[in-house]
């Protein structure tokens, strides 16, 4: 049964280099000989590789990682390891910090477009699915785990080929087999909810109904099917909603209703891999749309993400971090010889030199100031005093915000719209426009400024 399912899994990937995440636990003990009984046989071709992840929290990390190097060295398959720190995060228990520390590492070191595979199997699944329950899950949560699933933004798949395996089929593979395993020693402490439902719960529940497990994986492909039908209807919901990357129009959005409203936020959120919306968090942004006055801004955050109004759209952007007290001070005498800049928070960079011509070929936007004879300073900023500024477009002065409020800037973009400042005179406003006392006309002496921005 081993064998024949994997090699069903890897005929879907032909070229796809293969990694398999090993910890030395029974199962993926068994994921490795079973993939190295292929290798050996010729029945596979590609590239195949052993990634251990080592969390550091257990006293026995080092003698595991070592098992580990011995067993792939055993079973000639490249072995691969990384350390990784556990972060702290809200909402979230110590095994999903694990878990998420520990697939992050797998898509940093496997191959581009590499199957991932895992060793999960049917009683995991049946142990998901009932920690998605206690939890109020909806159907996403009780879909438990996919065969095949995309990785956060990466070219790699992750596989599971023994969801449908019992543990007990496992085991007796790597009886028969004779291999060696290694016990993780928590796994017996009942006061994580995985243990504790594989230790005192899920053994009472099959000894009542020995095919229990099977029908909770009937359970679980309903829901997927079922979620399936979902994601399809929120996609089309999103398209009559859509009006660019990531921005929603309202009016169509609120002619749905409140559950199709939900759906379609959780589609938008899951396409960016981004930790799921609680039910409040929703019901509190379809308050906010609904009753907040239209000159209102409201914003809600939703995990790692935020979703913001602004006139008739909503916008989901990154958790920004604040940049009004960063500052880049020009070094005069580099002018002539053009430099770079690297932005704050992701911004990107700014490429400065003399004259008209671009530093870089791939600029598709940059704009040219005049400088004064009198030249004391140069200066980056995002904070400032509200000055009035003549823009190249207008015809007389008016305040800087009212400015950016005749753009149509939306008030967080405008936070983190970089300004250039020359003698401490706003000269420019990066990707909208130059003041006319820097107008390319004006002065003799020119420098061209390009913002090759990544985001925000």
């Given at each position: 049964?081993?064998?024949?399912?994997?090699?069903?899994?890897?005929?879907?990937?032909?070229?796809?280099?293969?990694?398999?995440?090993?910890?030395?636990?029974?199962?993926?003990?068994?994921?490795?000989?079973?993939?190295?009984?292929?290798?050996?046989?010729?029945?596979?071709?590609?590239?195949?590789?052993?990634?251990?992840?080592?969390?550091?929290?257990?006293?026995?990390?080092?003698?595991?990682?070592?098992?580990?190097?011995?067993?792939?060295?055993?079973?000639?398959?490249?072995?691969?390891?990384?350390?990784?720190?556990?972060?702290?995060?809200?909402?979230?228990?110590?095994?999903?910090?694990?878990?998420?520390?520990?697939?992050?590492?797998?898509?940093?070191?496997?191959?581009?477009?590499?199957?991932?595979?895992?060793?999960?199997?049917?009683?995991?699944?049946?142990?998901?699915?009932?920690?998605?329950?206690?939890?109020?899950?909806?159907?996403?949560?009780?879909?438990?785990?996919?065969?095949?699933?995309?990785?956060?933004?990466?070219?790699?798949?992750?596989?599971?080929?023994?969801?449908?395996?019992?543990?007990?089929?496992?085991?007796?593979?790597?009886?028969?087999?004779?291999?060696?395993?290694?016990?993780?020693?928590?796994?017996?402490?009942?006061?994580?909810?995985?243990?504790?439902?594989?230790?005192?719960?899920?053994?009472?529940?099959?000894?009542?109904?020995?095919?229990?497990?099977?029908?909770?994986?009937?359970?679980?492909?309903?829901c997927q099917e079922a979620q399936s039908i979902l994601d399809e209807l929120a996609e089309q919901d999103?398209?009559?909603?859509?009006?660019?990357?990531?921005?929603?129009?309202?009016?169509?959005?609120?002619?749905?209703?409140?559950?199709?409203?939900?759906?379609?936020?959780?589609?938008?959120?899951?396409?960016?891999?981004?930790?799921?919306?609680?039910?409040?968090?929703?019901?509190?942004?379809?308050?906010?749309?609904?009753?907040?006055?239209?000159?209102?801004?409201?914003?809600?955050?939703?995990?790692?993400?935020?979703?913001?109004?602004?006139?008739?759209?909503?916008?989901?952007?990154?958790?920004?971090?604040?940049?009004?007290?960063?500052?880049?001070?020009?070094?005069?005498?580099?002018?002539?010889?053009?430099?770079?800049?690297?932005?704050?928070?992701?911004?990107?960079?700014?490429?400065?030199?003399?004259?008209?011509?671009?530093?870089?070929?791939?600029?598709?936007?940059?704009?040219?100031?005049?400088?004064?004879?009198?030249?004391?300073?140069?200066?980056?900023?995002?904070?400032?005093?509200?000055?009035?500024?003549?823009?190249?477009?207008?015809?007389?002065?008016?305040?800087?915000?009212?400015?950016?409020?005749?753009?149509?800037?939306?008030?967080?973009?405008?936070?983190?719209?970089?300004?250039?400042?020359?003698?401490?005179?706003?000269?420019?406003?990066?990707?909208?426009?130059?003041?006319?006392?820097?107008?390319?006309?004006?002065?003799?002496?020119?420098?061209?400024?390009?913002?090759?921005?990544?985001?925000?």
């Open positions: 049964m081993i064998l024949p399912t994997l090699t069903a899994f890897l005929n879907h990937y032909p070229d796809a280099p293969i990694v398999i995440a090993y910890s030395g636990g029974v199962d993926s003990q068994v994921l490795l000989h079973a993939v190295a009984q292929l290798k050996q046989n010729k029945a596979l071709k590609q590239e195949v590789m052993a990634i251990h992840v080592n969390h550091g929290l257990s006293q026995l990390a080092g003698q595991w990682q070592q098992f580990a190097q011995q067993q792939c060295q055993l079973f000639d398959i490249d072995f691969c390891t990384i350390n990784v720190n556990v972060i702290d995060k809200p909402r979230t228990s110590l095994e999903a910090q694990a878990r998420d520390a520990r697939y992050q590492a797998l898509i940093d070191l496997s191959p581009n477009n590499a199957v991932i595979l895992t060793g999960h199997h049917q009683d995991d699944q049946v142990e998901t699915f009932f920690l998605a329950l206690k939890r109020g899950s909806g159907l996403k949560g009780l879909s438990a785990m996919a065969s095949e699933s995309n990785l956060s933004k990466s070219t790699q798949k992750l596989l599971r080929p023994f969801l449908q395996i019992s543990r007990e089929n496992i085991v007796h593979y790597a009886q028969t087999y004779q291999l060696a395993w290694l016990e993780d020693e928590s796994n017996a402490d009942t006061r994580f909810d995985r243990n504790f439902l594989r230790k005192e719960i899920i053994p009472q529940l099959k000894a009542r109904w020995p095919n229990f497990n099977d029908t909770v994986m009937r359970s679980t492909q309903h999103l398209s009559q909603c859509l009006v660019d990357q990531n921005v929603l129009s309202i009016a169509p959005l609120l002619s749905l209703s409140q559950a199709r409203f939900n759906q379609v936020i959780r589609y938008l959120i899951k396409q960016h891999q981004a930790l799921m919306p609680s039910q409040q968090q929703l019901q509190q942004l379809y308050l906010q749309l609904t009753e907040a006055g239209k000159d209102k801004n409201p914003e809600v955050k939703l995990g790692d993400v935020w979703l913001r109004r602004f006139k008739e759209n909503l916008y989901l952007t990154e958790n920004y971090q604040p940049v009004t007290n960063w500052r880049y001070d020009f070094d005069l005498a580099l002018i002539d010889d053009g430099f770079a800049i690297v932005m704050p928070d992701s911004l990107g960079r700014v490429f400065v030199n003399s004259g008209e011509k671009p530093i870089n070929e791939k600029q598709e936007t940059a704009f040219v100031l005049s400088l004064p004879e009198s030249l004391h300073s140069i200066a980056i900023v995002f904070e400032h005093d509200n000055p009035k500024c003549l823009p190249d477009y207008r015809q007389q002065s008016r305040p800087l915000k009212k400015v950016l409020q005749e753009l149509a800037i939306p008030p967080w973009q405008r936070k983190r719209l970089p300004l250039l400042f020359i003698n401490n005179e706003l000269a420019a406003v990066f990707g909208y426009f130059v003041c006319q006392p820097f107008s390319e006309n004006k002065h003799q002496q020119k420098i061209m400024v390009h913002w090759q921005k990544e985001s925000g």
